[in-house]
């Protein structure tokens, strides 16, 4: 099928590097939002496509074209976005270096709409550790380096399992079933900004599901890789997926609608209740949020059993609950 990407976004983000302000804010991309939609979109900054990221070019607070982002680096296991990748091309005599920003420094304003923009004092630029564009680093050293230099502020924690791959790599990647036979591939992934987590994979299927050449949105859990070939396996049942909650793949549902987002969250955490790659730990960073290590309230909501179970599982009553309660937990 190997379904082309789609490089079209209209965002404005800026990055605050170095403890540096900066402001981001959206409009819908071709994912089939209204006008009113799309406003509403720039003003609370959710949920993207990576595709819609990919290949946006870049300024500087000045005007200056720096370049162009050309990848995200993802946790597939833990279903996290660590790194924008950046291409800053002649910039600064910088053409033949890449450089990743850490995903938790994005932050949200409602201003331009039509740009990314970098604000970053120059001399910090050309300091900040980057890699040669046909070389790609090893990322746990080379993200040390990124930590290091951009603080604790916008650093990741290393989780048990990590798994960083390209989202490039992922965009069209075959998927199989438990048989080993191939059943479809990746259209895309979406991506929280505001907490830096991955929301789900968007799947289309081959014919013999008979889904029309329409799009499904699975949890990343759902899909481990293949210990020898590194393909992709979903770790699903046919019957198990709703083919009524499948799409067009020409008209994308508007990702930040309140009502739909409630839809696709309940309709994820049944996925993930039946995946058999969704473990506890697994599960319990995925509801994690912000990665302070427990589940608030509100973080809670976002799985219906979790939600259910909260007040059982705040045996303390101050309204959050640790990794061990949750790990201890018998979830049926």
Known sequence: MNTPFKRRLIVTMMIPMLGMPMAISTLAADNGETAANATATAKSFRHMRATQLIGKNVENAQGENLGEIKDLILDVNNERVFYAVLEFGGFLGMGEKLFAYPIRAFKHSGDNTDKLVLNVDKDKLKAAPGFARDHWPDWLTYGNEVNKYYGETVKLKEMPNQNLRRASDLINKNVN???????????DIVVDMNSGKIHYAVLEFDQSWNLNDKLISLPMRALTYAADKGDLILNVDKAT???????????WPDLNDKNYMA????????IVSTAPSATAESRFNRIDGNGDGVISKSEAKSDASVKKALKRLDKNHDGIVTREDFLAYKWK
């Open 177 to 187: 079933d438990r048989a080993g036979k191939d059943m479809g591939e990746i259209d």
């Open 241 to 251: 997926i709703e083919t009524k909650r499948a799409f067009d793949k020409n008209r």
């Open 263 to 270: 839809d696709v969250d309940r309709y994820l955490s049944s």
